[in-house]
């Protein structure tokens, strides 16, 4: 599912070669059907079980982008010489990144490469974002946000997030705050990597809305895995979740899946 940014956020539902404007389909019937394929995003081959968020088994173990320091950019090996890919990780980790605030479900902390601004955003149903910091790579923003964690959570609560309950946060103040608590960590870093490789971002907190026309009371979730079929009308789409009168489902989950779609 691809996003813009707009007022709502505009969302696209990617199908083979076939593009669904699903902001047109709010208030309209929409079936997903899964076939019970599942293809390899990286190779293309048939698996039994998608890993990674679509990937087989053997790329899910060969790729850089499956490696555990994505998830935890502080553990990146690239320098000892055991990055998976190392052209791949010179492509996407050793470039400018952002450290931000951002509100979904409350406060949080977390990174993006430059070039995500403000797709990462929106990915996660955020109604307000605030770039905080730059760095050079994608492990020096792993080591700051790691500080972050000591006072923020860097977790949305995606059920939280599908209410609509969201309450609307003063990011400026938080990060005043936030930068003044951890400056001695942040002086560290500095030290470490060079004055000029974290740099203060002074930018203004972001806003988002999204195209939703009535919000769950109670947030029920659909799994292809459980159920191959998911019919309802669709109510809203916000973060990568599209919102039904009989329940919720993350397309993201299930990327890989061949599904047909009718709407």
């Known amino acids: 599912m691809a996003v813009e940014p707009g007022s709502p956020a505009r969302y696209t539902l990617r199908a083979g070669e076939a593009r669904v404007d699903l902001n047109a389909r709010l208030g309209h019937p929409l079936r997903l059907t899964w076939t019970g394929a599942i293809a390899c995003t990286q190779c293309g081959r048939a698996t039994r ?3 990674g968020q679509g990937h087989c088994y053997p790329c899910f173990k060969k790729l ?3 490696d555990t320091c994505i998830m935890k950019p502080e553990l990146c090996h690239f320098f000892q010489g055991t990055c998976r890919e190392p052209e791949w990780g010179e492509r996407h980790c050793f470039q400018p990144h952002v450290v931000y605030l951002a509100n979904a479900s409350g406060l949080k902390v977390g990174i993006t490469r430059l070039t995500q601004v403000p797709t990462r955003w929106l990915d996660q149903g955020a ?13 020096q923003s792993g080591f700051v946000e790691v500080l972050f964690k000591d006072e923020v959570s860097d977790r949305t609560n995606w059920r939280a997030m599908l209410k609509g309950e969201t309450r609307e946060l003063d990011l400026a103040g938080e990060r005043d705050r936030l930068l003044e608590r951890l400056a001695p960590g942040l002086a560290e870093l500095r030290q470490r990597f060079g004055d000029g490789a974290i740099r203060v971002l002074d930018e203004a907190p972001r806003a988002f809305d999204y195209p939703v026309l009535e919000y769950p009371r109670k947030v029920v979730s659909h799994n292809f895995d459980k159920s191959p079929e998911v019919t309802g009308t ?3 789409i916000k973060g990568q979740y599209l919102i039904l009168d009989s329940g919720v489902i993350n397309l993201r989950k299930f990327t890989g899946y061949e599904v047909a779609v009718e709407a």
């Open 127 to 139: 109604v307000q974002a605030l770039p905080i910091l730059e760095v050079d790579s994608r492990q």
């Open 234 to 236: 669709l109510l809203g």
């Open 49 to 51: 079980k998608s890993f």
């Open 64 to 66: 850089a982008q499956c």
